[in-house]
């Protein structure tokens, strides 16, 4: 009896155990930061993809016009340079490097930026889904405005839903996707309620298609645009305080209220600096340096403050914007001086590990 006893005893200490830990692994998911797979190299893909980027003209300044391209190698028209080089977003060994560091940043969700079917980001999707499962990550979708109306949209979604939705590592938040929808607002908020709304013509509520679709919000108004349109939540994802309402802190108490009031999810973002003026060198007025980690540090107290249920870090790799985590070291090209993070290339890395865990503590 004592032997029956003691082996009972052992296998719900095992299962608590468990059930502990998968809990406490789950509650990473409250952390989806913002990845960018569209990097690609001479060697794995037989072309600079990115690293050569443009020098985006100004919207009616044409001042800016016609300034070319960054040849990439030493020079690829970010702030900071990379640790890992002129990487492939298509090579395993980068592939596994990256999700080896946000494992360790504390982070549970990546999420990937994507651009449809056949697009360069959707080419290593499987690749990126079954390394992220080896580390115990999910990864969600960020849905690019490559779309030009709802019915291509769902066409895309049935095409990703079909094709990665029952791989283990494919995230899902009560059982559905959730989605992020960038630029949502390029479609006006009424074709949006006939696919959003549970009464709309191209409905996707209780078919495969059915997600937590989460909109942009960018300024004051677009609660009208959220009223409208049918969409499960909102976020903010600019990582430039004071750039537009939405990523203004101080208007982020406004926005929970919003959420709450309506039954939405909120997702605040946050990001450790942004820096993009080599390629928009008009943009100088939303440069916010990182200032050794304090901004960082402030940016993610303020989402803490407002205890939402998921906060988003804009980004772990958008290089040209000056948002990553990655790691990034000094360099050097002719007269252009790198951004670095002094003495530690890993810095934001473990800065994130320390927020996530103040932000989960709270939870």
């Known amino acids: 009896m004592n032997y029956l006893k003691n082996f009972l005893l052992l296998v719900l200490s095992l299962f608590s155990f468990s059930n502990s830990f998968a809990q406490k692994n789950n509650s990473r998911d409250k952390v989806q930061i913002f990845y960018y797979g569209w990097y690609g190299n001479q060697a794995v893909d037989g072309s600079l993809q990115h690293w050569n980027h443009e020098i985006i003209p100004h919207w009616n300044n044409p001042k800016w016009n016609n300034l070319g391209h960054y040849k990439g190698g030493d020079d690829i028209g970010a702030n900071f340079y990379p640790a890992l080089g002129n990487y492939s977003s298509n090579d395993r060994k980068i592939i596994e490097k990256h999700m080896k560091m946000i494992k360790e940043s504390g982070v549970g969700v990546v999420v990937v930026s994507w651009l449809g079917k056949d697009s360069f980001t959707d080419k290593s999707m499987i690749k990126y889904l079954d390394i992220a499962n080896r580390y115990d990550l999910k990864i969600a979708f960020h849905i690019e405005p490559f779309y030009k109306t709802i019915t291509e949209l769902k066409e895309q979604l049935s095409y990703l839903i079909k094709t990665y939705s029952h791989h283990p590592a494919f995230y899902k938040k009560d059982g559905k996707p959730l989605y992020f929808v960038y630029d949502s607002y390029k479609i006006s908020p009424e074709e949006w309620s006939e696919m959003l709304s549970v009464s709309g013509q191209k409905t996707v509520r209780n078919t495969d298609l059915d997600a937590f679709y989460i909109g942009l919000w960018v300024d004051q108004n677009d609660s009208v645009f959220f009223d409208k349109s049918g969409f499960d939540g909102f976020y903010t994802y600019f990582a430039s305080e004071g750039f537009v309402f939405g990523s203004t802190t101080s208007n982020w108490n406004f926005l929970a209220k919003y959420a709450k009031d309506h039954h939405m999810i909120f997702i605040p973002c946050v990001g450790p600096g942004y820096s993009d003026t080599r390629i928009r060198p008009w943009n100088e007025a939303n440069f916010k340096s990182r200032d050794n980690g304090r901004y960082y540090e402030n940016m993610f107290n303020a989402a803490i403050k407002i205890n939402p249920e998921i906060i988003g870090i804009t980004s ?35 800065e994130t590990k320390r927020l996530t865990d103040v932000f989960l503590k709270e939870k």
């Not at 040209?320 to 990034?328: D, K, S, V």
Request: proline content about 9%.
């Open 316 to 350: 772990f790799n958008e290089w040209h914007e000056g948002t990553q985590i990655e790691p990034a070291i000094p360099k050097r090209t002719g007269e252009f001086i790198y951004e670095d993070y002094g003495k530690d290339p890993w810095l934001y890395i473990k």
